[in-house]
């Protein structure tokens, strides 16, 4: 979706299911399983394109809006979530650009293999700390603005 006028509602609907209704009906039922005595970590796959700030380009309507909405579940219940879970981090993860079959014809992109980008996360995993709750990072633990 290059332009607005390239929107349709399936699709909408559809990136938004997957991308942030489905992650909120999670977080909505693993509260109750996250421990309250010691650190644990619930993150979510987002997209730097999901960030209102660093859209200097435009286009991916459905994509950018469904993340972007992700990303205010994520902060929003980060803030819920540390009322009662002193230890918990609740964040949202840049992969990069994963080399598949859908990011193939991305040529300016610097992309990882899946079990790269999947390292890269869990090393990102293994450093967050409760401070660390509500924010958005990237495959290499840099900050990513909302």
């Not at 979706?1 to 990136?15: G, H, P, V």
């Not at 909405?69 to 992969?95: D, G, M």
Request: aromatic share 8%; net charge positive.
């Amino acid at each position: 979706e290059k332009a607005i006028s390239a929107l349709n509602s399936e699709n909408l609907a559809r990136l938004f299911a997957v991308n942030a209704i489905g992650p909120a009906l999670v977080l909505k039922h693993i509260k109750r399983l996250m421990p309250t005595d010691r650190p644990s970590v619930v993150v979510a796959l987002s997209a730097r394109v999901g960030s209102i700030t660093d859209n200097a380009l435009g286009g991916w309507y459905s994509y950018r809006a469904s993340k972007a909405a992700l990303n205010q579940i994520i902060k929003t219940a980060s803030i819920e979530f540390k009322r009662s879970h002193k230890h918990l981090v609740c964040a949202a993860l840049h992969p990069g650009t994963v080399a598949t079959s859908f990011t193939q014809n991305f040529p300016r992109h610097k992309m990882v293999p899946p079990g790269q980008a999947a390292e890269n996360l869990l090393t990102v995993i293994d450093g967050l700390t409760s401070r660390d709750t509500g924010c958005f990072f990237d495959w290499s633990g840099q900050m990513v603005d909302w």
